[in-house]
T-cell receptor, first 113, second 115 residues
């Protein structure tokens, strides 16, 4: 079945430590890939996106993500986490034939001092 | 990116009533969508709001329960009808800008509680 999987429901990381959030997809073709962040009580903000080309993409707030076709993955990383990065992170996929997005279940990130 | 506003930002409603949520964009957009985010859950697409025609609903969502209007390229409404506590969710609208590649931009959401 077609799906977007975020294996980690909750991650706790120390401020200043690195962060990696996993995202895997199961689709016949390579989709467009996105990472969104949702801070408490807020809407979703687009962090970064991958359509084609360079498999390492840079986003806002110091985030980057790497597309690995062989692993059907699009993992999000940040070298040094700030307390303000505590939020819910969603991976999403879309296709060029329509504008719809399918979202993963989300990963909650807690940052400890 | 487009600036998207939603009204109301939150509401508490009684069972059996209806609530209309508005989504306003500051520029013309190609696509508008409505999502539901149940407590502690991810986003589920309710429907695509089509300008000047009936919305396109996803499986499990019907027009009688979630009527949607989109009279122009910058505005849409979602009505949650005959509400029950199970409708308590955050409702978000999103847009795809002209020339966009599926990247959707989201409004701040409407937090609905049904008693």
């Amino acid at each position: 079945a077609q799906s977007v999987t975020q294996p980690d429901i909750h991650i706790t990381v120390s401020e200043g430590a690195s962060l990696e959030l996993r995202c895997n997809y199961s689709y016949g073709a390579t989709p467009y890939l996105f990472w969104y962040v949702q801070s408490p009580g807020q809407g979703l903000q687009l962090l970064l996106k991958y359509f084609s080309g360079d498999t390492l993409v840079q986003g806002i707030k110091g985030f980057e993500a790497e597309f690995k076709r062989s692993q059907s993955s699009f993992n999000l990383r940040k070298p040094s986490v700030h307390w303000s990065d505590a939020a819910e992170y969603f991976c999403a996929v879309g296709f060029s034939n329509d504008y719809k997005l399918s979202f993963g279940a989300g990963t909650t990130v807690t940052v400890r001092a | 990116s487009a600036v998207i506003s939603q009204k109301p930002s939150r509401d508490i409603c009684q069972r059996g009533t209806s609530l209309t949520i508005q989504c306003q964009v500051d520029s013309q957009v190609t696509m508008m969508f409505w999502y539901r985010q149940q407590p502690g859950q991810s986003l589920t697409l309710i429907a695509t709001a089509n300008q000047g025609s009936e919305a396109t609903y996803e499986s499990g969502f019907v027009i009688d329960k979630f009527p949607i209007s989109r009279p122009n390229l910058t505005f849409s409404t979602l009505t949650v009808s005959n509400m029950s506590p199970e409708d308590s969710s955050i409702y978000l609208c999103s847009v795809v800008e002209e020339g966009g590649y599926n990247e959707q931009f989201f409004g701040p959401g409407t937090r609905l509680t049904v008693l």
